[in-house]
């Protein structure tokens, strides 16, 4: 069975930091390109950052530009979103995506994280 598991979410400060986790099973992740989204209330699911596969790039979208960063842990079929210095904007459910050319995507159920002013 296919799953995604999002988890590392909670209430932070201004400021802090917060480590994000999308476990995934049933399908080897490293063979696809992993993505964080984030959505906040009344606003439209957005792309935070990616990890690609193959090549291991990194974009991030510049609102966490040089605060957030991605990374895998093959061995762990994990991948995480590191955040720091979060902001009141930051605020949203977070959800990781895997994608692979010609095969299904697939969605975590998502973690939620609320940074207080």
């Known amino acids: 069975q296919v799953r995604l598991v999002e988890s590392g979410g909670g209430l932070v400060q201004s400021g802090g930091s917060l480590r994000l986790s999308c476990a995934a099973s049933?399908?080897?992740?490293?063979?696809?390109?992993m993505n964080w989204y984030r959505q906040a209330p009344g606003k439209e699911r957005e792309l935070v950052a990616t990890n690609t596969s193959p090549g291991g790039s990194t974009n991030y979208t510049d609102s966490v530009k040089g605060r957030f960063t991605i990374s895998r842990d093959n061995a762990k079929n994990t991948v995480y979103l590191q955040m720091s210095s979060l902001k009141p904007e930051d605020t949203a459910v977070y959800y990781c995506?895997?994608?692979?050319?010609?095969?299904?995507?697939?969605w975590g159920q998502g973690t939620q994280v609320t940074v207080s002013s």
């Open positions: 049933g399908f080897t992740s490293s063979r696809y390109t």
């Open positions: 995506n895997a994608v692979r050319q010609y095969y299904p995507t697939y």
